[in-house]
């Protein structure tokens, strides 16, 4: 008697296991198709890419891929636009150059301020918004799905070549404080000394064209939270960009 309950009992749940899976394989299915269906209507109402609340990851870009790495980008993009306009030009980059070049006590020479723009050009080609860089870099990623870290790093190269304003092969303390605060103003010699101990990987005091290069990529390419938050100065909780909407249609990019 207890056999032949504990068999019928063994039945029983093997019928809802096979419900379970059943109901759940049909789930999955139903959320694929729905996936393809919140993708369109995305690219049917944002299609430049914009914030939605119905995009999903797989459908709309590589990159951001985290709400986090959204706010580092949104950052330095809003930062960057000394001239207000919108979007980060030549224009914007130039003055960025002479800024810092004048805070060590130098002027931009012609040499340096072609590194300045041709860093631009590489950086945001024709952009002319927030979304229109991403797609941007998003081609030049899906471009290049096997290097593009080390194409990014070559024109990293450039940009060391830009904040080195003495051309003596290093960045100075002097150097790195004058590239960031010529964009971020309120950061504290505390918060600049923070961030160039992060990315000084050997601690000899200054930085590497090496040590530029890899904490550069690593604030843009960087999801999750790593210390190259710091590249531009401390990271913290005021260094978040972007607006009340932004925070709200995240989910775009997680
Ligand atoms: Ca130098
Ligand atoms: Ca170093």
């Known amino acids: 008697m207890i056999n032949a309950n504990a068999r ?13 899976i059943c109901v759940i394989e049909t789930l999955s299915e139903m959320m694929d198709r729905n996936d393809e269906y919140l993708g369109n209507i995305h ?19 590589r990159l951001p891929k985290t709400s986090f790495q959204e706010a580092k980008l949104r950052r330095v993009y809003e930062a960057k636009d000394f001239d207000n306009k919108g ?6 980059y130039e ?7 004048e805070k060590v006590g130098l002027v931009m020479d012609d040499e340096i301020k072609g590194y ?37 790093r070559d024109i990293n190269v450039t940009v060391f070549k830009a904040i080195d304003s ?22 504290t010699d505390d918060d600049v000394e923070y961030g160039f101990n992060m990315i000084d990987e050997d601690g000899d005091g200054v930085l ?6 890899t904490a550069w990529l690593r604030y843009y390419y960087d999801e999750e939270d790593t210390k190259y938050k710091h590249f531009y100065g401390r990271w ?10 932004t925070w709200l249609t995240s989910s775009c990019y997680e």
């Not at 690219?43 to 870009?61: H, K, L, M, Q």
């Not at 945001?124 to 998003?138: L, V």
């Not at 590497?208 to 290069?213: G, R, Y």
Request: include cysteine; glycine fraction near 6%.
């Open 236 to 245: 913290d909780e005021k260094s978040k960009g972007g607006s009340i909407w």
């Open 166 to 187: 003495n051309k003596d092969g290093v960045v100075s303390v002097a150097e790195y404080k004058a590239i960031v605060t010529a964009i971020f103003p309120d950061l």
């Open 116 to 152: 300045w723009v041709t860093a631009c050009q590489s950086y945001f080609g024709d952009t002319k918004s927030f979304d229109d860089w991403i797609d941007y870099f998003n081609a030049f990623i899906e471009n290049n799905p096997d290097n593009y870290e080390e194409i990014s």
């Open 43 to 61: 690219n049917e109402w944002c299609p430049r890419g914009g914030a939605s609340i119905f995009a999903t990851t797989s459908t709309i870009r």
């Open 95 to 101: 003055t960025w150059g002479k800024i810092a070049a």
């Open 208 to 213: 590497s064209q090496e040590e530029v290069a």
């Open 8 to 20: 019928e009992w063994c039945k029983m749940v093997q019928v809802v296991r096979v419900v379970l």
């Open 87 to 92: 979007y980060v030009s030549t224009n914007d």
